[in-house]
């Protein structure tokens, strides 16, 4: 068994395809002509070392999560659905 036709095969079965025999020959075929170019073409791309962040675990010089801290106080709208109350807590049944 060839390597495309392995990595075909787990292909198909991590992303759980169940292929007739005509459609495996055929999926088969295309990856052999789009593996090779492919290849070629990583092989082709140039990379040079720069600043590339891997992981946004780099990034610490900038705060991707701005949150705005303000005070809300939004009680007595709440208080004012609840059927019954005792000052500023909510009277609910005792559950067992």
Request: glycine residues 0%; hydrophobic residues 40%.
């Given at each position: 068994?060839?390597?495309?036709?392995?990595?075909?095969?787990?292909?198909?079965?991590?992303?759980?395809?169940?292929?007739?025999?005509?459609?495996?020959?055929?999926?088969?075929?295309?990856?052999?002509?789009?593996?090779?170019?492919?290849?070629?073409?990583?092989?082709?791309?140039?990379?040079e070392e720069s600043n590339y962040v891997y992981s946004t675990s780099?990034?610490?010089?900038?705060?991707?999560f701005h949150d705005e801290v303000r005070k809300v106080d939004k009680t007595s709208e709440v208080l004012s659905n609840v059927p019954n109350k005792k000052g500023n807590l909510i009277i609910v049944p005792k559950v067992i």
């Open positions: 068994m060839t390597e495309v036709e392995e990595n075909f095969e787990k292909i198909c079965e991590i992303a759980r395809l169940f292929l007739t025999e005509e459609e495996n020959k055929k999926y088969k075929q295309n990856l052999k002509t789009v593996l090779p170019w492919f290849s070629k073409m990583l092989m082709e791309v140039k990379i780099d990034l610490t010089d900038i705060n991707l």
